[in-house]
């Protein structure tokens, strides 16, 4: 009988080795990687039926790591569990937004390891034997399904700063960006905006109000020259009722906005500017997938809900303190770890 696969991602070479010893014990073939990067890699080359991960580590954190999987077919619905020592309740709810199906705070207990490790392998296996007669909600099925929906559609192109949509316009398109970067934002009532989300190509816009059958409560902005394809309502309700997977889909976005909000929000009501710029650069970081990233002043400002001038300030602090560089608009993580640590 095949033995299950788990990828160890551990950066602590005593933990790593004595997860190893566990899992292998325990008739689990057991592969390991020391750092984020080399987890991302080996999980891309070995497939493996789960994964467990640190959250904290050098070069690529546990939330980067599930991040890049999660955004491929291949690796997206491999079972995730986290290993930490951090129990905050943000970063509890940070992991599960973006699609963590347990976490596992160290120290742990070898019986609650294998226990966790048994229940997700378990449920995954009953899924995949339900669904195997049909193979209607295997993820290169629905990616396939997803791209044949998509071609042939509208496609509209957006100069910079042109506006997508606003805020009380009714909601009759899905929006998915091919080209470009857009922004959705809202005012108050003197005009104050606050950015409440960026959007690089393969990302989709708009859902929500069309599933709640409500006007935009936002606006969208193309931050440079923009090309979007443009679903009509109707499509996009026919195709979650008719598509397997595609439900699922949409929901886990819901999920992570929502998470992604409730983060926002408290770190405005309760983080330091400095503490929600170094959050605000380290979610960038893993949007753009790069270290070096582009954005104005203003719009950064907007992210973190703060005066222009005060970011200016908090932004030459990080550079003198080797945080980051700056070239024009382009911004450069030098030190990922001191940003993750970042004092309140």
């Given at each position: 009988m095949e033995k299950d696969k788990v990828l160890v991602i551990e950066d602590n070479s005593e933990v790593r080795e004595n997860i190893v010893e566990i899992l292998e014990l325990s008739n689990y073939d057991v592969v390991q990687a020391e750092h984020g990067k080399e987890g991302v890699e080996q999980a891309f080359a070995s497939l493996p039926d789960l994964i467990l991960c640190?959250?904290?580590?050098?070069?690529?954190?546990?939330?980067?790591?599930?991040?890049?999987?999660?955004?491929?077919?291949?690796?997206?619905?491999?079972?995730?569990?986290?290993?930490?020592?951090?129990?905050?309740?943000?970063?509890?709810?940070?992991?599960?937004?973006?699609?963590?199906?347990?976490?596992?705070?160290?120290?742990?207990?070898?019986?609650?390891?294998?226990?966790?490790?048994?229940?997700?392998?378990?449920?995954?296996?009953?899924?995949?034997?339900?669904?195997?007669?049909?193979?209607?909600?295997?993820?290169?099925?629905?990616?396939?399904e997803l791209d044949t929906w998509l071609e042939n559609r509208e496609e509209r192109h957006f100069q910079s700063k042109a506006i997508v949509y606003e805020e009380g316009q009714i909601a009759n398109y899905l929006y998915y960006i091919l080209h470009g970067v857009v922004k959705s934002y809202m005012l108050n009532e003197l005009g104050k905006e606050l950015i409440t989300g960026l959007y690089n190509p393969g990302h989709f816009m708009g859902y929500l109000p069309i599933l709640q059958e409500q006007v935009y409560n936002e606006n969208a902005m193309a931050l440079e020259d923009t090309t979007i394809k443009l679903i009509p309502k109707k499509d996009f309700l026919e195709f979650l009722h008719r598509t397997q997977g595609a439900s699922d889909h949409f929901l886990k976005k819901l999920a992570q906005n929502v998470t992604r909000m409730e983060q926002l929000l408290l770190d405005i009501a309760y983080s330091s500017v400095r503490k929600r710029l170094a959050n605000a650069l380290l979610d960038l970081s893993e949007q753009f997938d790069s270290h070096e990233f582009s954005i104005s002043r203003e719009n950064l400002a907007n992210v973190i809900g703060t005066a222009k001038e005060t970011l200016i300030r908090t932004l030459s602090d990080f550079k003198d303190e080797r945080l980051i560089s700056i070239e024009q608009h382009k911004i450069q993580i030098l030190n990922k770890a001191k940003l993750q640590n970042m004092p309140n």
């Open positions: 640190d959250v904290m580590m050098p070069e690529l954190d546990g939330f980067g790591v599930l991040r890049i999987l999660g955004r491929d077919i291949r690796t997206r619905d491999i079972p995730f569990i986290f290993l930490t020592a951090k129990t905050e309740k943000p970063d509890f709810r940070k992991g599960m937004g973006l699609g963590a199906d347990d976490y596992i705070t160290k120290p742990f207990d070898d019986t609650d390891l294998l226990a966790a490790i048994e229940m997700r392998l378990s449920k995954r296996k009953r899924m995949e034997t339900r669904n195997m007669p049909s193979q209607l909600t295997s993820p290169a099925r629905f990616q396939q």
